[in-house]
């Protein structure tokens, strides 16, 4: 494993965020145990109490379920904890430190006039980033010293511009030495964007001809789109076998098109010559921002900085291993605002015993509850291309 260090994050208050600084800056992401889990439990008594004493509605909300931060000491106990579905954080701007401390805020692109605002203070953005670098380091995928060429299936940033996805696949562009960085989702300079499919697949042939490893990051369906094209076409090219085939965002408004996820692969492998295990998959959001990413055998690990429950659809009552329900991720990386405990509009399942030798659980997504009222930013990327009519 590579274990490259970075500098360590401050807490906005180091007396009081101890422990949060201490699990924030682990740079074993998978690490198991008693001891990580006695961690986990102190940092998240520290940030209820953070968020109790700074925000007027998480105080009311734990006074409503009668929560004392304090008598939260065991894994089991993390299930009381009162939720706070991920749709609030469309309607309400919540913030735990003062306005003036904030660097950052990111919304989602859902095309509904629901759009997730997640605000950031230095700690919250700057730990969520070093999550993504303790994970790339453990899958040896960061190479500075590698000239790379990129191609990212995201919206091209465009003056002003805070969505969520371009802030990452542009960050995710720092693990390798950027040669060339070409946007499939084209700003057009009226604010919106246009999904280039034949310069897509000029770009991949370009990048073929030039040598050097690609990376891939960005929404499934345009690389689907893009990998379809070619084999309609009877094109292909052969990229470097280091190259990374990194996605993210899912597939809901291109629902009716989305192939299984491994089929996927094998059509990357098959048109673009990278193998199997250099095609992964992650997953988040803006209201919860800690990295799941698949492993070699392609699935979501929980990392040190999260526990993830699912949820009964029905009682929200936490489920066993096997049974579908809504995902609840549980976190106390986020000292801005008190995104906690938030229950997303997935549905998903909880597994164990992972082939790859992790030992902790992972989830499979199954889906999204109420698609249309709960729409991620796959949704404005894929109706894009009904106005391309491919």
Same mark, same amino acid.
């Given at each position: 494993?590579?274990?490259?260090? !970075? ?19 682990? /740079? ?13 439990? %102190? +940092? ?29 000491? &065991? ?21 735990? *430190? ?63 511009? %805070?969505?969520?996805?371009? =802030?990452?696949? !542009?960050?995710?562009?720092?693990? +390798?030495?950027?040669? /060339?960085?070409?946007?499939?989702? %084209? ?14 697949? /000029? ?74 295990? &250099? ?17 070699? =055998?392609?699935?979501? =690990? ?8 699912? %949820?009964?659809? !029905? ?21 801005? *605002? ?12 909880? =597994? ?15 889906? &999204?509850?109420? *698609?249309?009222?709960? &729409? ?15």
């Amino acid at each position: 494993m590579n274990t490259q260090r !970075t500098k360590p994050l401050m807490v906005p208050d180091p007396a009081a965020l101890a422990s949060v600084q201490l699990l924030c800056n682990s /740079r074993d992401p998978y690490r198991t145990g008693p001891e990580q889990d006695t961690l986990f439990i %102190r +940092a998240m008594q520290e940030i209820l109490l953070w968020h109790q004493q700074r925000s007027p509605f998480f105080a009311a909300l734990l006074e409503s379920k009668q929560i004392d931060p304090l008598k939260i000491t &065991r894994i089991r106990d993390l299930a009381r904890i009162p939720m706070v579905h991920a749709n609030f954080f469309k309607t309400h701007e919540l913030l735990s *430190v003062d306005r003036s401390t904030l660097c950052s805020s990111l919304t989602s692109s859902g095309t509904t006039g629901q759009k997730s605002q997640m605000f950031y203070d230095p700690f919250t953005l700057l730990s969520g980033q070093g999550m993504v670098a303790a994970i790339f380091s453990y899958y040896e995928w960061i190479k500075p010293n590698q000239p790379t060429n990129y191609l990212l299936y995201a919206y091209e940033p465009a003056a002003a511009s %805070r969505l969520g996805t371009s =802030h990452t696949n !542009t960050f995710l562009c720092k693990f +390798a030495q950027e040669a /060339r960085v070409t946007f499939a989702l %084209r700003a057009t300079g009226t604010g919106s964007h246009e999904f280039d499919l034949f310069g897509a697949i /000029r770009t991949l042939q370009e990048y073929a001809d030039e040598g050097l490893p690609v990376r891939i990051f960005g929404f499934p369906s345009f690389l689907y789109f893009t990998l379809v094209r070619m084999r309609d076409l009877g094109l292909s090219v052969t990229l470097p076998p280091d190259s990374l085939v990194f996605l993210g965002g899912g597939w809901k408004g291109a629902a009716g098109e989305q192939i299984p996820k491994l089929d996927l692969y094998a059509l990357i492998t098959d048109r673009l010559g990278i193998p199997d295990d &250099r095609c992964r998959e992650g997953y988040g959001s803006v209201e919860h921002s800690v990295p799941y990413v698949e492993c070699s =055998h392609h699935h979501l =690990h929980q990392p040190v900085w999260s526990r993830v429950l699912i %949820r009964d659809v !029905t009682t929200l009552e936490p489920l066993d291993d096997g049974e579908p329900g809504f995902l609840h991720f549980i976190t106390p990386h986020t000292t801005s *605002v008190p995104a906690v405990s938030v229950l997303m509009g997935d549905l998903a399942v909880m =597994h164990h015993d992972c082939p790859c030798g992790l030992e902790t659980p992972y989830f499979e997504v199954l889906g &999204r509850a109420g *698609v249309s009222k709960n &729409r991620s930013c796959a949704v404005a990327a894929a109706e894009l291309l009904q106005r391309e009519a491919l």
